[in-house]
């Protein structure tokens, strides 16, 4: 259980088969109105989201709230039904597994929950909750499940006795550990933290942190790392997806995102990023985004962004930008990024 079964990141690699590939990935929800309760509109929650996850790596999803990013995780799982678009796993279609086939997917694939509250029966134990997935899916005999429960306690810092207490007896940081354990008694190979720390204390959080950091490395697991607190991000990703509006607008290695980000809602969330400098010795050019989030019942036409960008210009109101590749790695779906890269002036909108 707690053997080492190696690690490696092959996101460089141009011959590394992805483990998990998201193909236009949509996903709307209906807004329901009147006395009949008829659909008088939908939620675009996600529109067109393509990317790949690589054996072995950490890929951050970052954004606003409301921007989608929990919504990808739970389609990626089928914890929602995607309204349209492809989903691999490990090179099977998910929309044609049933069943068994199914059955099996999750016991591949698992899911750490944002608030450790909540995603607890208060009515369970805490070895019942985590040896529940052994249970459904038949592994072992009653003891040979008790075991497993053991072990995977003490692999996420957990003492083997505290299996008979309730959620209610513990810490924060406890029950967190006790959501990791409960997503990683099956031995999953892809794992889907959404915001797993964003609800623990400052002081927990690197905890937690190094944890999975040393699970993943320990157990050979790949993460959908889920957040937007871009800090954590930066410390835990090998690469990072900007979501806005329902939309993936940038992709990169983590320290070429943060060091030259392309879009320009990714330059503004970065500028928002407090700098560790209690002596003011450096400087960073806050950019302030005017307006409010436009609403996902009616986005806007051409890039979504643009009704924010203090560098739109007139194509962007019109034509939905597609998602470009500038090398090593970073692509970003941009009008004015593409016209930089080909020498264009481009002009700003007055604002």
């Not at 939908?42 to 393509?50: N, Q, T």
């Not at 796993?89 to 099996?104: I, P, W, Y």
């Not at 038949?138 to 053991?150: D, K, L, Q, T, W």
């Not at 410390?235 to 900007?242: M, Q, T």
């Amino acid at each position: 259980m707690t053997e080492d079964r190696g690690s490696t990141n092959p996101t460089e690699s141009t011959t590394a088969r992805p483990i998990l590939s998201v193909r236009h990935l949509v996903k709307h929800f209906p807004v329901r109105g009147g006395i009949l309760r008829r659909t008088v509109g939908h939620v675009h929650a996600v529109d067109d989201v393509s990317f790949d996850v690589y054996p072995g790596e950490t890929l951050g999803l970052v954004g606003e709230s409301g921007c989608g990013k929990t919504t990808v995780g739970r389609s990626i799982l089928r914890i929602v039904r995607p309204t349209s678009g492809a989903i691999v796993f490990d090179g099977r279609d998910l929309a044609a597994v049933a069943g068994n086939e199914q059955k099996a997917f999750h016991r591949s694939a698992q899911m750490i929950f944002q608030d450790p509250y909540s995603s607890l029966d208060p009515r369970t134990t805490v070895g019942e909750t985590i040896g529940e997935g052994l249970r459904i899916h038949g592994i072992g005999s009653r003891a040979e499940r008790a075991e497993r429960v053991r072990e995977i306690m003490n692999l996420v810092g957990l003492r083997p006795y505290y299996a008979q207490r309730y959620p209610h007896e513990f810490s924060g940081g406890q029950r967190q550990r006790i959501g990791i354990a409960r997503a990683l008694v099956l031995h999953p190979r892809f794992v889907v933290c959404d915001e797993p720390v964003s609800a623990l204390d400052v002081s927990i959080q690197s905890q937690i942190l190094n944890l999975l950091k040393d699970l993943q490395r320990r157990l050979a697991l790949t993460y959908l790392f889920i957040a937007h607190n871009l800090a954590v991000v930066r410390y835990i990703s090998d690469r990072v997806g900007v979501m806005y509006l329902g939309k993936l607008v940038e992709v990169a290695p983590t320290e070429s995102l943060f060091d030259r980000p392309l879009h320009p809602y990714t330059q503004a969330l970065l500028s928002a990023v407090p700098l560790a400098d209690p002596e003011g010795r450096e400087e960073r050019r806050r950019i302030v985004l005017v307006g409010d989030v436009p609403s996902p019942i009616d986005p806007p036409s051409g890039c979504r962004f643009h009704t924010r960008c203090p560098l739109a210009i007139g194509v962007c109101r019109t034509v939905e930008p597609p998602m470009k590749r500038y090398g090593n790695g970073h692509s970003a779906a941009c009008h004015v990024v593409e016209a930089s890269f080909a020498g264009e002036p481009a002009s700003a909108t007055p604002r």
